[in-house]
């Protein structure tokens, strides 16, 4: 059995590949930074291929297919936020973003779900967010987008295989704040809430093999998905709004001193 797994440079996608590793599983492990594949290939028990692409170029995604040949099991990880207010932030860093996040995971998930589908066997893990939930993000406005079109997407892709009785799996992950470097890179910090990225991956394969459409790890944010099915998207958006507010103030306290 075979998996492949983008963003397996560091949290969700290091740990998830650490567990599917011990589970038996030969590995293909994808993302930009190679000495940290490596690093985390030497650790593994099992078998791991590493391939270093940049999944923001779209012909990356296509070489990464014929490069990892046939396997059992995708999971789409990679994926960054960009901080900050929509009118201020670098529209470069965000076509990037929703290249990596979105499209890199849409051009996977259909070739692979196509594969999968032929020997009516397989399993999808994409991804997505608590955000995905949202009807939006200020100050991670693009961030949220990708999240909701990842969440979708998975959703709707899973409906349509079940209503073809096949037997392949399309779930998506929907954590809320994981204690994984997308702080740094986003600019924000979540560790007074964030849960640890082992827990979120443990959690996350246990339901793929038992064949969860959509995974929500922690009751609190169970709950939170509960609540916010009842409230007006206008109350939702300002929470997110309230939520984030003081990070950006502290980024700019912080770039002032």
């Known amino acids: 059995m075979r998996a492949l797994i983008t963003g397996a440079s560091s949290g969700i996608g290091r740990d998830m590949a650490r567990l599917l590793s011990e589970m038996g599983y030969d590995l293909v492990l994808t993302a930009r930074r190679g000495e940290r594949l490596e690093a985390l290939a030497k650790e593994l028990p099992g078998k791991a291929e590493i391939f270093c692409f940049d999944l923001s170029d779209e012909a990356a995604c296509y070489e990464l297919y014929r490069a990892a040949?046939?396997?059992?099991?995708?999971?789409?990880?990679?994926?960054?936020?960009?901080?900050?207010?929509?009118?201020?932030?670098?529209?470069?860093q965000e076509i990037k973003m929703l290249h990596v996040n979105?499209?890199?995971m849409h051009i996977l998930m259909k070739l692979y779900v196509q594969d999968f589908v032929k020997r009516d066997h397989g399993y999808i893990l994409n991804v997505?967010?608590?955000?995905?939930?949202?009807?939006?993000?200020?100050?991670?406005?693009?961030?949220?987008?990708?999240?909701?079109?990842?969440?979708?997407?998975?959703?709707?892709?899973?409906?349509?295989?079940?209503?073809?009785?096949?037997?392949?799996?399309?779930?998506?992950?929907?954590?809320?704040?994981?204690?994984?470097?997308?702080?740094?890179?986003?600019?924000?910090?979540?560790?007074?809430?964030?849960?640890?990225?082992?827990?979120?991956?443990?959690?996350?394969?246990?339901?793929?093999f038992r064949g969860?459409?959509?995974?929500?790890?922690?009751?609190?944010?169970?709950?939170?998905?509960?609540?916010?099915?009842?409230?007006?998207?206008?109350?939702?958006?300002?929470?997110?709004?309230?939520i984030q507010a003081p990070r950006r103030r502290a980024m700019e306290e912080g770039e002032a001193k």
């Open 102 to 104: 979105a499209r890199a």
């Open 212 to 242: 969860k459409r959509v995974i929500v790890p922690g009751i609190i944010f169970k709950l939170g998905r509960f609540v916010t099915r009842f409230l007006p998207d206008g109350a939702l958006l300002s929470a997110a709004y309230i």
């Open 128 to 208: 997505a967010s608590a955000a995905g939930f949202m009807p939006g993000g200020p100050l991670l406005d693009g961030y949220y987008a990708t999240k909701a079109y990842i969440l979708n997407l998975s959703r709707s892709v899973a409906k349509g295989l079940k209503k073809r009785k096949s037997k392949v799996v399309v779930s998506a992950l929907c954590p809320g704040p994981v204690k994984t470097e997308f702080e740094a890179v986003a600019g924000v910090d979540f560790a007074s809430v964030g849960m640890q990225s082992e827990t979120v991956a443990r959690y996350a394969i246990y339901k793929l």
């Open 69 to 92: 040949g046939e396997i059992d099991v995708l999971i789409n990880n990679a994926g960054f936020g960009v901080f900050g207010d929509f009118l201020e932030t670098d529209l470069e």
